[in-house]
Structure formats: C-alpha cells, structure tokens
C-alpha cells in the first residue's frame, strides 16, 4: 500500500521540524531519534540525513520498518509516516542530500550516509494533550 505525501502534508513537514525517526534493531530493541534534516524526496518518499547516528544506521540496516513522526504543539496535531526505509551511502541521493544539509547547516560534517523512507501509511495525530 503506498500513501501520498499532498502538498498539505508537505507544507507541515518543512514547517515542523524535528521530526522523531523510531526504528528497532534485530532483536527488537527499539530507538528514536531526532532529525533536523527530514525532507520530503517526492509523493512517495521522506529522506534524512545520518550525521551522527550508530544506532538509527545500525537499525535501519538489520530492520527496515520505521515511523517518522512530526507534531506541531501550536496545532495540537501531528503526523506519523510508517514504511520501509533503505541506508545510502554514496550515488546521486547521497550527493543530493550531502549538499542541501551543507546549504542550511554548513557546520555539521558530511553525512556518514541518508536514509530514504518509502511512506507506506499515513496517520493524523490529534487530540495532543
């Protein structure tokens, strides 16, 4: 099943950051991290970057399935993303994101790698207490 990322969803995206990743390794143990760099890739797609992050890179290699959610407090609401993620470490995407993480923060060292979410589900979270 794949969702669509509309123009809507989008505009939330850049407009609250960061978003939270969680992943769980092999064994299920589970993680979530913050990422300033989340990006919508197109419809289908979010992509961040791994500047510093062993245990999000370690997970996503043993355990593709992630959620990346995204709240606005203003809002009160917010959205989870749920898919398939895949670790890149070098080609076009790579080079692509590299370069936009320089732009908007050119003192972070270059990525070790990125991962690109396949968004297979999208679920609006409200009520936020």
Do not use: W
């Amino acid at each position: 099943m794949n969702a669509k990322i509309t123009e809507e969803l989008k505009a939330f995206i850049e407009a609250n950051r960061p978003s939270l990743v969680a992943t769980s390794g092999g064994d299920g143990t589970p993680n979530v991290s913050p990422k300033m760099s989340i990006r919508v890739l197109d419809e289908e797609h979010l992509v961040f970057a791994d500047v510093l992050s062993p245990k999000t890179r370690r997970n996503v290699k043993e355990n593709p399935r992630v959620c990346v959610l995204l709240l606005s407090v203003q809002e009160r609401r917010g959205y989870q993303f749920k898919g398939s993620a895949e670790y890149i470490s070098s080609g076009p995407l790579y080079e692509q994101v590299a370069a936009g993480l320089k732009r908007i923060m050119p003192t972070l060292p270059a990525p070790i790698g990125v991962v690109k979410v396949h968004v297979e589900q999208i679920f609006e979270v409200g009520g936020l207490a």
